[in-house]
């Protein structure tokens, strides 16, 4: 005999968050696939280059919250590609700083203008107010805002 438990899953949090993000990012994650054949974590990657510059990829993954793992796989990737060099730091050999190349930057810049478009969309539902909400509570959730 099923046991019938009173639990809404489909207004469970961790739930709303995940289908939420699939749903919101699926066209946005079809633009980098097709154009540019990246992965999630490439676009991550290189979007945090394009924006704060020369980085590691430790410093990559502290921002992003990505397991340093996945950060080295789209690093490979995208050297393979010539989107980003690999320098070694001359005093600590296991440091490596990465930097977006010309191709690099070219795809950054596309790839910004698609992405401030589509957010812009998203919240087009939303009032301004709600899309403020929305934002400063998923930036807690996050771990973002230190309020």
Request: zero cysteines; hydrophobic letters at 40%.
């Amino acid at each position: 005999m099923t046991e019938k438990h009173e639990f809404d899953l489909q207004n469970f949090l961790p739930y709303l968050l995940n289908q939420a993000a699939e749903e919101s990012s699926l066209a946005f994650q079809q633009v980098y696939k097709d154009r540019y054949g990246m992965l999630r974590t490439e676009w991550r990657v290189l979007f945090h280059l394009g924006i704060y510059g020369r980085m590691t990829a430790k410093e990559i993954g502290q921002r992003s919250k990505m397991h340093k793992t996945k950060i080295s796989r789209a690093v490979a990737r995208l050297g393979e590609r010539r989107f980003l060099t690999r320098e070694q730091d001359d005093r600590d050999r296991r440091l490596e700083y990465l930097e977006l190349t010309n191709l690099g930057l070219t795809a950054y810049r596309d790839l910004l203008g698609v992405a401030q478009t589509y957010d812009a969309k998203l919240s087009a539902g939303l009032s301004a107010e709600e899309d403020a909400v929305l934002r400063r509570a998923l930036r807690k959730l996050a771990g973002f805002d230190a309020d």
